[in-house]
Each structure stands twice: as C-alpha cells, then as structure tokens.
Nanobody, 115 residues
Framework: VQLVESGGGLVQPGGSLRLSCAASGFTFTRYPMTWIRQAPGKERELVAIITSAGDSTNYADSVKGRFTISRDNAKSTVYLQMNSLKSDDTAIYYC?????????WGQGAQVTVSS
C-alpha cells in the first residue's frame, strides 16, 4: 500500500488549497478513505472521510462547510478541497486507509495558514 500526498503549502487566512492523495497497492474502489491532520501541540484529528463509492462523506465539526473530500476512483486518488482557511488549520495532513485491519498513512502534506 502506498499513499502519496501533494498540494500542501503556505496560504494566507481566507485562502484555499487542494490536497491530493494518489493511492496504489490495493483495490482503491473497495475502501473508504480518510484525511487526518496533526498540528503541533494538538491531538490528532480526523478531518474527513469518504465511502468507497464516494456517495457519502463526513467531516469534523471544525471544518464543516469549508472542506470537501472527494475521490476519483478511475485515478485512485482522493482529494481534500480546503476553503476559507484559518490559522487553526495549520497542520500536517495525512491521507489514510484501513486495509485488512492495517492502517496505512501517507508521508503527509504540510499546510501552513499565515499572513
């Protein structure tokens, strides 16, 4: 299983970023995908989850209405569109999947929201 995130960076408050996660090594269409973030000094937070078919999503209260998770099963890629970014969104964002009881993580994408 391999998960490779991209799209992180530095953005001003109120700005937008889109993270991508390219998956390989497993049957992507069978598994829900999640985005989890880790900020310095804070607990890890499950940001968003999407079902295998992409027909249902769920979000942390802290990002509802601002973030959108989506997937392209033809490309084995999951996305996280982040709008109206705040300084509290600064974190490393990880794409994760649970396959056969093992939880796999990407290398992470740093998102920094600062003026």
């Amino acid at each position: 299983v391999q998960l490779v995130e991209s799209g992180g960076g530095l953005v001003q408050p109120g700005g937008s970023l889109r993270l991508s996660c390219a998956a390989s090594g497993f049957t992507f269409t069978r598994y829900p995908m999640t985005w989890i973030r880790q900020a310095p000094g804070k607990e890890r937070e499950l940001v968003a989850i999407i079902t295998s078919a992409g027909d249902s999503t769920n979000y942390a209260d802290s990002v509802k209405g601002r973030f959108t998770i989506s997937r392209d099963n033809a490309k084995s890629t999951v996305y996280l569109q982040m709008n109206s970014l705040k300084s509290d969104d600064t974190a490393i964002y990880y794409c994760t999947v649970n396959v056969y009881g093992s939880h796999y993580w990407g290398q992470g994408a740093q998102v920094t929201v600062s003026s």
